[in-house]
């Protein structure tokens, strides 16, 4: 994805950023995009306050000026715009690819609404191409990756489990957990896996986003589509 097309899908996605929101922020490389927006709205006398997915974003947003606050501080949101790596027709998400899944589905899950900004190619009729991000604790990894084999088995889905970073230098998230990819190439049924994933003592949560996503904005060299 080019950067004018994410620019051009941040930019949808501001035309519903309204003065005195709350909003929640996201992470990635087209959610930085929004933050550039929104900064210069800002400094045109836009009056928003944010809260931020993850360390990363925060830092962007303190360096461009966006107000930001804490999610304790402000645990009710009107909006929250971010991207997603992959979206259906029913706007169920897989997100995660930026290590940023579980600060993003706690702000999703304050916000009254939910502004997904991606390109065309991350539309597919069947979630799963994109390895789907599980983020567990630490603790008793290997036996947590086992179970996650097992459970998904038990749906039909076969396919590599990989420890992200691997295990000489694993990727971290901000609240200090690991991230296991399991590439399924398709996942049928979203909510079944989702509840199985859940079920296991070692999943702290996964990527999978259903029900959150009001709004899509795909861009396109032909323009922006918008789904919901």
Known sequence: MSRE???EAARAATTLVKDGMRLGIGTGSTADEFIRLLADMVSQGLSVTGVPTSEKTRVLCEEL??????????????????????????LTLI???????????????AAASM?????????????GKFPLPIEVNPFGLEATRIAVQLACKKLGLTGDTSLRGGHE????????HFIIDASFGHIPDASSLSSALLEIPGVVEHGLFIGYADIVFLSS??????LG
Do not use: Q
């Open 5 to 7: 097309l994410k620019i």
């Open 65 to 90: 000026g966006v107000p930001l606050t804490t999610l304790d501080a402000m645990p009710e949101l009107d909006l929250v715009v971010d991207g997603a790596d992959e979206v259906d027709g029913n």
């Open 95 to 109: 997100k995660g690819g930026g290590g940023a899944l579980l600060r993003e589905k706690i702000v999703a899950n």
């Open 115 to 127: 502004v997904v900004i991606a390109d065309e190619s991350k539309l597919v009729e069947t979630l």
């Open 169 to 176: 230098a694993p990727f971290v998230t901000d609240g200090g």
């Open 221 to 226: 060299p032909n323009g922006v589509k918008k």
